[in-house]
């Protein structure tokens, strides 16, 4: 593609940072009248160039494949419990403050949300078989990353539509590909002519080489589903409150694809 750059030089032209003691939403946001205007051709073209590029890669009997941001990154499926456990504690605090709720009581708050919630069924188990030492460690360190969470997201006003846990599942080559991911929050609507929405990941850990290559992903999965591309799209790590904020571009969409393609033909190779 003609606007094709390398990962190198797009990061160069288009990295932000929350300074510290900033809240993200401003990085996100930005000016309305400045924003993008939506371009309309773009999903399409990804879209063929993403099934051009299976059917060139593997011929026309694309294996089955199941894409998603740690296989991308090459990264363990499964992690430490406890550490997984944290983490969807947090996402449950996330839940909590975009319904409006001012925790006093993080762990305990975010616990009773965690087995509310009907998913994560081991997690909940495990929570529940913690000793008073492993609870009492693990509550600390939930109020700690809520701390940073609630610093960098204060508010999130209703007029920009927050919502948690969007899940996408994007087929291609006949259903054969399957790419999949979840963001813990979206903002804005999609729809008007200029671009708008803007997703964040939140991590527990720190932020690593493989950030900028997810949130690259997690806006090819949006603009796949609805057609338009995100506005920007930014990660949060509660472990330290680094941020990483990138505006989406044809540039970063086109390292997203290439990721795919590279993803799949290595899945294929296993």
Do not use: N
Request: include cysteine.
């Amino acid at each position: 593609m003609p606007w094709f750059v390398t990962r190198a030089q797009h990061t160069a032209q288009v990295t932000t940072a929350t300074p510290s003691g900033t809240d993200l939403l401003s990085s996100l946001r930005g000016t309305p009248a400045l924003r993008p205007h939506v371009d309309r051709g773009l999903a399409g073209g990804l879209r063929a160039w993403l099934e051009d590029g299976l059917f060139e890669r593997l011929g026309p009997a694309v294996p089955c494949a199941r894409i998603t941001p740690r296989l991308l990154a090459a990264a363990p499926t499964t992690g430490p419990t406890t550490a997984r456990l944290r983490g969807a504690l947090i996402v449950q605090l996330l839940r909590l403050l975009v319904a409006g709720h001012a925790s006093t009581e993080p762990f305990e708050d975010a616990a009773v949300a965690l087995g509310a919630s009907g998913r994560d069924d081991e997690l909940v188990s495990v929570l529940a078989g913690l000793d008073l030492e492993e609870r009492s460690r693990l509550s600390a360190e939930v109020a700690a990353h809520h701390v940073i969470l609630t610093s960098k997201l204060p508010s999130l006003p209703a007029r920009w539509s927050p919502r948690c846990g969007v899940r996408y599942s994007i087929a291609l080559a006949g259903g054969a590909v399957v790419l999949r991911g979840d963001v813990d929050l979206a903002l804005g609507a999609s729809g008007g002519s200029r671009a708008c929405v803007c997703l964040v990941d939140v991590t527990t850990s720190p932020l690593g080489d493989s950030t900028e290559q997810t949130l690259g992903y997690l806006a090819l999965l949006e603009t796949l589903r609805t057609g338009e591309q995100p506005l920007r799209v930014a990660a949060l790590s509660t472990a330290d409150g680094a941020t990483c904020v990138r505006d989406v571009t044809p540039e970063l969409l086109a390292d997203a694809v290439s990721d795919v393609l590279a993803a799949v033909a290595g899945s294929a190779a296993a």
